[in-house]
């Protein structure tokens, strides 16, 4: 099937700094991935969609300036926590949608990449 | 909106016991419909979906039929095993989002003991 690493794993860092994470879809190419947001022992939260080539749609309350979101090329999507803060800390989740040989689109998560912000 | 809603967890059962997750959704066309599975520290897994009505998923001996009477997409196992201790998400996406953006369930952690 589908696969889409995420990188890095986990990240500690310091209030104040600025963290970088990848989403790749390893073996197909999409155009839309998207961000998701999951604190503990609670479900996903939408934050953006990437889209290639053009600007990122964010959900209400997701602050663009803070959460920068660059899909530059069709198997990358980068998401940057600018200024990051302990209230950042969190699960971050991408996925990147897969069209199958039938035409249908199926959503495939990448493994997350947990923030702690000390 | 579009919303699901699924069972209050913590589920807890003994090894070999018959396991069923109540989902339900509401959504305003078409939608398809999913069951992820989170293991312990680690992201999303696609467990098995339904794209229409009367449609049954199925995998690992998992099991979710597409009921769009009572729209609903329960998940079942007949014999679970300790290895299916996980997080379990039930959740949709809607034809007028060209199925891209996934809604998910608030998730239902279960527990398998030996």
């Known amino acids: 099937g589908a696969v889409v690493s995420q990188h890095p794993s986990r990240v500690i860092c310091k209030s104040g700094t600025s963290v970088k994470i990848e989403c790749r879809s390893l073996d197909f190419q999409a155009t839309t991935m998207f961000w998701y947001r999951q604190f503990p022992k609670q479900s996903l939260m939408l934050m953006a969609t990437?889209?290639?080539?053009?600007?990122?749609?964010?959900e209400q309350g997701v602050e663009k300036d803070k959460f920068l979101i660059n899909h530059a090329s069709l198997t990358l999507s980068t998401l940057t926590v600018t200024s990051a803060h302990p209230e950042d800390s969190s699960f971050y989740i991408c996925?990147?949608?897969?069209?199958?040989?039938?035409?249908?689109?199926?959503?495939?998560f990448g493994p997350g990449t947990r923030l702690l912000v000390l | 909106g579009d919303s699901v809603t699924q069972m209050e967890g913590p589920v807890t059962l003994s090894e070999e016991a018959f396991l069923t997750i109540n989902c339900t959704y509401t959504?305003?066309?078409?939608?398809?419909l999913f069951w992820y599975v989170q293991y312990p520290g680690e992201g999303l897994q696609l467990l098995l979906k339904a794209t229409k009505a009367d449609d049954k998923g199925s995998n690992k001996g998992f099991e979710a039929t597409y009921r769009k009477e009572t729209t609903s997409f329960h998940l079942e196992k007949g014999s679970v095993q300790v290895s299916d201790s996980a997080v379990y998400f039930c959740a949709l996406s809607e034809e007028e989002t060209s199925y891209d953006k996934v809604i998910f369930g608030p998730g239902t952690s279960l527990s398998v003991i030996p």
């Open positions: 996925s990147a949608t897969f069209w199958t040989s039938g035409g249908a689109k199926t959503q495939y």
């Open positions: 959504a305003t066309g078409y939608p398809s």
């Open positions: 990437s889209n290639e080539g053009s600007k990122a749609t964010y």
